[in-house]
């Protein structure tokens, strides 16, 4: 769905660089993540996939298009959540999406469907200009599906959204992608690209570190460890130890064998910690 290949562009048109050479490709179906701080090159990479930058150097192929052509057909295919929620104010959330579906030559998707699967049932007829920021994103989050898009650009999808509103969009997200739906998904948040993206993409100084799977790069760089609490004599112990040492490994087997375990798992990094251990940044 997506191929990106040398892929360079300056805001100055000159050899300062927000994004350097990078290559990357997407399968249909694939949720992809794309992760990195602030200024790192995110939103200008998404910015060119989408259109809303011009292409300058390098080959982009979106959905089938050349990016170095327009082809307005190609919105047809492609839906954008925005992190910073672009609504009409002065339209109702209902009169927001009928414009939007407006817009587009194919088939779209009820209004009111949308906006009850995100949890805006009921407030179809307000305006947007009352809603609190996070209703404001879920609505653009709305808007973004209301042409079935086969690619969907997703910015931050659960900033500044409660902890249950989240987990809503993320299901929702998962719900598109059972339909076959290819994800590019841009964001700071390494938790939501580990339980969202089938692979990730480290980005930093608008250079690609590395691209992988979230199971592999945790087994690549992650610590092999079991934390275990055990009860001996009386005392409740607690315990982290490696698995690939094997005075570790013969401990565990004593512990196992001698005491009462109360709790006992595998601990591995997170992907904040291996993207520290990989690019030197913090996520910030």
Not at 179 to 184: A, C, D, E, P
Request: aromatic share 8%.
């Amino acid at each position: 769905m997506i191929s990106v290949k040398n892929l360079s562009y300056s805001y100055s048109n000159d050899e300062k660089l927000a994004v350097k050479n990078i290559s990357f490709e997407i399968s249909k179906g694939e949720t992809f993540g794309f992760l990195g701080p602030s200024g790192a090159g995110k939103s200008t990479t998404q910015g060119i996939l989408t259109g809303l930058l011009k292409h300058q150097m390098g080959d982009v192929m979106v959905a089938g298009y050349d990016m170095k052509k327009v082809q307005n057909e190609r919105f047809n295919k492609i839906g954008v959540s925005f992190e910073q929620s672009n609504v009409y104010s002065k339209l109702t959330a209902l009169e927001n999406l009928k414009y939007y579906a407006d817009l587009f030559d194919g088939p779209t998707r009820d209004p009111h469907e949308l906006l009850k699967i995100v949890g805006l049932d009921g407030r179809e007829n307000d305006r947007a200009g009352e809603f609190s920021k996070g209703m404001k994103h879920r609505l653009t989050f709305a808007r973004s599906m209301i042409n079935n898009p086969e690619l969907w650009f997703l910015d931050e999808p659960t900033t500044g959204l409660d902890p249950a509103i989240a987990a809503t969009i993320k299901d929702i997200i998962r719900a598109e992608k059972a339909k076959g739906t290819t994800s590019f998904l841009t964001t700071h948040n390494m938790y939501i690209a580990d339980e969202l993206c089938d692979r990730v993409a480290f980005i930093i100084d608008g250079e690609i570190k590395l691209i992988d799977t979230p199971k592999s790069l945790k087994q690549k760089y992650g610590k092999k460890l079991v934390e275990v609490e055990y009860v001996k004599e009386g005392q409740l112990y607690k315990e982290t130890l490696k698995t690939v040492e094997d005075a570790d490994r013969q401990k565990i087997a004593d512990i196992v064998k001698s005491y009462d375990i109360q709790t006992m798992h595998s601990k591995e990094a997170t992907l904040e910690e291996i993207f520290i251990q990989v690019t030197g940044r913090e996520l910030i």
